[in-house]
């Protein structure tokens, strides 16, 4: 089991930037990649960015590319979501999630991922 808290969370102005954070515990090692979601109000669950815990590589969505960076502390088990450039339409609930092994589903769905963190709210005015 794995257990995932986020934080970070805040209100900030357009133009603005927040860091998130997830802490994870339990059976870390057997993470296979780790991602970052969002839901907006009335909107589905979208997937932000993700990272693969042995190769470090990343991938984001279109709509945070160059303003969104997401690392990994491996001795920490922590994950992190630098995001900067902020805009209003970047308001949502963010979400943690690991998946330990590869099924054959993107990174971006949901269905990949086993665990999940409870969400942290990001609200940026314009």
């Known amino acids: 089991q794995v257990q995932l808290v986020e934080s970070g969370g805040g209100s900030v102005q357009a133009g603005g930037s927040l860091r998130l954070s997830c802490a994870a515990s339990?059976?870390?090692?057997?993470?296979?990649?780790s991602g970052w979601f969002r839901q907006a109000p009335g909107k589905e669950r979208e997937g932000v960015a993700a990272?693969?815990?042995?190769?470090?590589?990343?991938i984001y969505s279109d709509s945070v590319k160059g303003r969104f960076s997401i690392s990994q502390d491996k001795a920490k088990n922590t994950l992190y979501l630098q995001m900067n450039s902020l805009k209003p339409e970047d308001t949502a609930m963010y979400y943690c999630?690991?998946?330990?092994?590869?099924?054959?589903?993107?990174?971006?769905?949901?269905?990949?991922?086993?665990?999940w963190g409870q969400g942290t709210q990001v609200t940026v005015s314009s």
């Open positions: 990272i693969y815990t042995a190769s470090g590589n990343t």
């Open positions: 339990g059976d870390t090692y057997s993470s296979y990649a």
């Open positions: 999630a690991l998946r330990s092994r590869y099924d054959g589903s993107r990174w971006y769905q949901e269905k990949g991922y086993n665990y």
